[in-house]
C-alpha cells in the first residue's frame, strides 16, 4: 500500500517528462492544481488536480509508451491506490478524467483539435471520441462536472517554465481533506 511518504516522494522526484509533453510529470501535477486554485476549486477538486496522473507514475510510463500504443490505465491505478487517503470528491473526477476527454470530443466543436498532439495519441488509446449515448451518460453522472473542470485543467497544465507555488503548498491543501485515518500519518 502507497503511504503518505511514499507519495510525497513521488510527486518530488516526478523529473521525467510528462507522456510527450515538453514538461515534467512533477510540473504538470502543479500547474493542474495552480489552474484548479486559480478557478476557486475547493480543496477536494485542487487536491484531485494535483493527484490525477499520479497512475502514470505509479505504472512507471516512459515517454515513448503512447507512441507504442500503451494505455497504462493511469486513471485506475490512481484511484486504486489513493483510496485509503481520500473520498469519493477526491478519486471520483481522478477516475474520470480521461472520459471527460473523450466526451468533450463528443461535444465541444474544436476540442479534440485544441488538444496537444500528445493528448489526441493517448485518445485514441482511451477508447477515442464517446458515442452520444455514452455521453449523454457520461453527462448524467453525479461527478461529471467535477471530471470535466480537472480536464481542462489538465488540458492547460502544459506550459514549459511556468512558476508555481511548491509542492509542498499543494500537499497541505491534499493533507487538508485526507480522511482521518491516513491524516494521522500524514502529520
Known amino acids: 500500500m502507497l503511504n503518505w511518504n511514499d507519495l510525497e516522494h513521488c510527486l518530488a522526484s516526478a523529473d521525467a517528462l510528462y507522456g510527450g509533453e515538453a514538461i515534467t510529470q512533477l510540473q504538470h501535477a502543479l500547474q493542474s492544481a495552480q489552474c484548479a486554485e486559480r478557478d476557486g476549486a475547493d480543496a477536494a477538486l485542487i487536491t484531485a488536480a494535483l493527484l490525477h496522473d499520479v497512475g502514470h507514475l505509479l505504472a512507471k510510463q516512459g515517454d515513448d509508451d503512447v507512441g507504442h500504443g500503451i494505455d497504462d490505465r493511469h486513471e485506475a491505478i490512481a484511484v486504486t491506490a489513493l483510496k485509503p487517503w481520500f473520498a469519493e470528491d477526491v478519486l471520483a473526477p481522478i477516475a474520470l478524467h480521461v472520459a471527460a476527454k473523450r466526451y468533450l470530443c463528443a461535444v465541444e466543436p474544436g476540442y479534440h483539435d485544441a488538444l496537444s498532439p500528445a493528448s489526441q495519441a493517448s485518445l485514441r488509446l482511451q477508447g477515442g471520441v464517446m458515442a452520444s449515448a455514452e455521453a449523454e ?13 480537472l480536464r481542462r485543467w489538465d488540458d492547460e497544465a502544459k506550459v514549459v517554465d ?15 481533506v485526507a480522511l482521518t485515518t491516513g491524516s494521522k500519518e500524514a502529520a
Open 137 to 149: 451518460r457520461f453527462a448524467a453522472g453525479r461527478h461529471a462536472e467535477a471530471a470535466v473542470r
Open 162 to 176: 511556468k512558476t508555481t507555488p511548491p509542492l509542498s503548498h499543494y500537499l497541505a491543501v491534499a493533507r487538508s
